[in-house]
């Protein structure tokens, strides 16, 4: 696993340059407790730090940063490359010969064969890389990928900086920590910041599956460039798709996930998995059961509060597979006094509230395991999640009705407040059916989208205007505007797509990994494996949702290796009841941070809009629960 940092300066001397990274790497120990190592070139500028979670050849061969055989290359590797056996054997066979066992000493060889971009769309893994050029005097940058591994790079007066986290770059002395309104806009909107952007002015993040080449330590002297990216696999297998063949689609596709498992299973320390009881978590469990002679470790979370607990599910699944599993139940007490840590934890503004379960998860984990694999990604990589057929049914109709109208109709609907719909509800019954005013308005928000895309942006959105509650701001462009014809997919595609590239990288799996890293955990995501997404986008849609059922190919594979119905139920996700906590036991907590002093602080916010929420919430009136975390989230990061 690891973390890495380093900068490439022309201006600090030698004495500032040691002392700076130690400092930048020294604030990632937790992501790598088992060693630290620095490598500088001061003639060039160049530093590279690296701290190590021994996963793979704890020797000391493995220390990093690590020089290549011909001493060309001097690298800094966070991640796993699952593959490397194979790899090293075929190195081998061309007469490559190695120190050690090392997926990093591999990795080098590769590259040293046939460069950096080829050599990556030949591994399989997770990874960030800083990889120094001693011929060419450059520094390449890369990322995997669906961006598992993160990495930020910020331009500073003397150069550039790199780091797995913004805690590392804000040890440089030339950091400037300026807040990015834009940034700060989307963050509203998404619950996260979405990449290439971050919160800080001149700080980016290495894009999944992109190479940025560095030829001068200059913001301006850089080269972009994709080896891999999610767009190009789903047009590619939207245009190439398999035959309609249900049988042989499921057979391939439970061979591949078992092979991807089984490589992800490697590794010289104690391993185990998160088991929710849902439908990825339980493959991934009994998959790995499949493949091992002992009964695996799983860790689940329970919580005693109704509709938030999903422990007893994940023991019964665990029961019928066989595994050594642990559940731990958590009180609300325990969640809640995670909360102050949060912000440290995530080290830039973060606000999806399951980032609670998830850390205690990771924690409890790290007790047993070094290593834990996950089921993250089914939902995007097979159109699991259950709002994917609502928006198609929404959009369906809203898309017939002329834009003029739905426009009209939204101004009609969002004049009436959400109390007085209500009380005109009441008669009628539809209110015992779940439709309030407070539905009635969000609804009404998403009538005037001028896109399917805007549709579901506007859909998932914490804040659907935040620009008017960020002052001076102005939203930037994201890829998740970017036009894209789902095909045969339909809306579906364009929806998965827009999660694969923005949700899932920038939310699911910095949730995961930043909880993970704090308990010094390794989290692997078998169902990322890129050939399982390139497999996804070839088949045809209704092995994605069939009769209203989502991740239907899933199913069929989960039929093989746990009962139907240890794990048809609807999904509840990895919650915790933040909105009841607002109104009770965290509202003090939220005063404080909420108040109107506090939200004026460098006149960031227009006061109004969240103070109204605010103001709604507590009554409740309104759930303003997602859009009111987003702001106690920044809050709370911005003083620590």
């Known amino acids: 696993m690891c973390g890495i940092a380093g900068f490439w300066s022309t201006r600090i001397d030698e004495a500032t340059a040691e002392q700076t990274l130690r400092g930048m790497t020294d604030a990632l120990v937790h992501r790598g407790p088992d060693d630290s190592g620095a490598w500088h070139d001061h003639a060039c500028g160049i530093a590279l730090g690296h701290r190590r979670l021994s996963i793979v050849d704890l020797s000391p061969l493995g220390h990093q940063p690590m020089a290549s055989a011909s001493q060309r290359y001097e690298i800094a590797f966070n ?48 990874f960030a890389i800083a ?5 060419t005097r450059t520094l390449a940058l890369a990322r995997d990928r669906f961006g598992e591994k993160p990495l930020y790079v910020s331009r500073s007066g003397s150069g550039i900086a790199f780091a797995s986290e913004l805690k590392a770059l804000r040890v440089h002395p030339e950091f400037a920590g ?54 190009d696999a789903a047009s590619f297998g939207l245009a190439n798709p398999f035959a309609d063949d249900p049988a042989t689609n499921i057979d391939a596709l439970d061979a591949l996930m078992r092979s991807v498992v089984r490589d992800q299973m490697v590794a010289d320390v104690p391993i185990g998995a998160f088991l929710s009881g849902g439908i990825d978590s339980s493959l991934v469990v009994g998959m790995m059961q499949a493949e091992s002679t002992r009964p695996v470790r799983t860790f689940s979370i329970g919580f005693r509060e109704s509709g938030f607990d999903e422990a007893p599910h994940a023991e019964a699944v665990a029961r019928h597979i066989g595994t050594d599993h642990t559940t731990m139940y958590v009180t609300a007490q325990d969640a809640l006094d995670i909360i102050p840590s949060l912000p ?17 998860l990771a924690a ?21 999640y259950e709002r994917y057929p609502m928006a198609e049914r929404t959009w369906g109709k809203l898309s017939r009705v002329p834009r003029p109208v739905r426009s009209l109709a939204h101004r009609v609907v969002t004049s ?28 009404a928000e998403l009538f005037d989208a001028p896109s399917s895309m805007e549709f579901y942006r506007d859909l998932v959105s914490t804040w659907r205007r935040p620009t008017r509650v960020v002052r001076g701001s102005r939203e930037p462009q994201t890829a998740l505007m970017t036009p894209f014809a789902g095909g045969r997919g339909g809306f579906l595609a364009e929806m998965m797509l827009h999660d694969q590239v923005s949700y899932l990288p920038d939310d699911i799996l910095v949730k995961v990994d ?13 169902l990322l494996d890129h050939r399982l997404a390139e497999f996804s986008w070839r088949l045809p849609a209704h092995d994605w949702r069939r009769n209203g059922e989502g991740k239907w190919i899933v199913r069929q594979v989960l039929d093989r290796y746990v009962p139907r119905a240890l794990v048809d139920r609807p999904k509840q996700g990895f919650g915790v009841p933040i909105s009841e906590w607002l109104r009770g036991p965290l509202r003090d907590w939220a005063d404080d941070l909420l108040a109107p002093s506090a939200l004026a602080r460098d006149e960031l916010f227009d006061v109004a809009p969240i103070a109204t929420a605010w103001s709604e919430h507590r009554s409740g009136t309104r759930n303003w629960a997602p859009s009111l975390w987003s702001v106690l989230m920044f809050q709370a990061w911005r003083i620590t």
């Not at 066979?93 to 030949?122: N, Y």
């Not at 440290?344 to 205690?360: C, K, V």
């Open 79 to 126: 991640g796993e490359i699952y593959n490397y056996r194979a790899l090293r054997d075929a190195l081998v066979q061309g007469g490559a010969t190695f120190r050690g066992h090392s997926d990093t000493e591999v990795l080098l060889a590769l590259i040293e064969r046939h460069g950096l971009a080829e050599s990556l769309t030949k591994c399989n893994g997770m």
């Open 131 to 135: 990889l120094w050029d001693r011929e």
């Open 178 to 231: 300026q807040i990015d309104r834009g940034a700060l806009a989307l963050f509203l909107r998404h619950g996260y910041v979405p990449a290439p952007y971050a919160i800080f002015t001149g700080v980016e993040k290495v894009e999944p599956g992109q190479i940025l080449t560095f030829s001068a330590p200059s913001w301006d002297a850089r080269r972009a460039e994709r080896y891999w990216s999610a767009r």
């Open 344 to 360: 440290a934890i995530y080290n830039e503004p973060f606000a999806d509230s399951s980032q609670i379960p998830t850390t205690l």
């Open 364 to 384: 409890l984990a790290r007790r047993h395991v070094t290593v834990s694999l996950s089921g993250d990604g089914g939902d995007e990589l097979f159109g699991g």
């Open 416 to 443: 009436v407040s959400p109390e007085h719909w209500n009380l005109a509800l009441k008669p009628t019954g539809l209110h015992r059916r779940g439709v309030t005013g407070d539905r009635l308005h969000k609804l």
């Open 514 to 526: 930043r909880a993970a890293m704090a308990a010094s955990l390794e989290s692997r995501a078998p």
